[in-house]
């Protein structure tokens, strides 16, 4: 019997093989309509969880963001969304960072445009999550607008 006629076998064994491995060490990013979250690596160092201080703008640059947390535990995604602000037309169109810090090591990031009512949903923890939004400005600025930890309350059922 001749090895050469199992050679095209192997070649596509090995080929499924690999296939199938690739993309398997990573969690694939929640799509929300438009935006889509991008996650890194597993920290190696705790994150840090204290709130600190955030930014005033000055006169005429103030902008808000709503944070929510969604209680199932199944999906436990942060939403922000921007609520606009006297300084909304000085927000950079994809102008809004948003970091969270998940109390199991992992860092999630997303960019939220400046159109009202536009909102991102990133997954947090089942833990304590600390949360930070900043406002990126068309004058090069950028001002930290919310720093907080949300924990995670599980829905009761009655």
């Given at each position: 019997?001749n090895?050469?006629?199992f050679l095209?076998?192997l070649i596509?064994?090995l ?6 491995s690739?993309g398997c060490s ?14 890194s690596t597993?920290?190696?160092?705790a994150v840090?969880?204290n ?9 005429g640059?103030?902008?808000q963001v709503t ?5 199932i535990s199944t ?16 927000v950079?169109k ?7 810090s ?11 445009e ?16 600390r ?9 090069g ?14 829905r009761?059922?009655?």
């Open positions: 019997m090895w050469r006629a095209p076998v596509v064994v080929v499924a093989m690999i296939a199938l690739a990573s969690e694939a990013p929640l799509e929300t309509g438009a935006q889509q979250e991008s996650t597993m920290s190696s160092q840090n969880l709130p600190g201080p955030t930014d005033v703008p000055p006169t640059y103030g902008v944070v929510v947390r969604n209680p999906n436990p995604y942060i939403s922000v969304t921007f609520a606009g602000g006297d300084g909304w037309n000085m950079k994809d102008g809004i960072r948003v970091k969270i998940r109390s199991d090591g992992r860092i999630v990031e997303g960019i939220l400046n159109n009202l009512d536009s909102s991102i949903d990133l997954i947090g923890s089942t833990g304590e999550d949360v930070e939004v900043w406002a990126d400005m068309v004058n600025e950028s001002y930290k607008i919310y720093d907080d930890v949300l924990k995670f309350k599980a009761t059922t009655n």
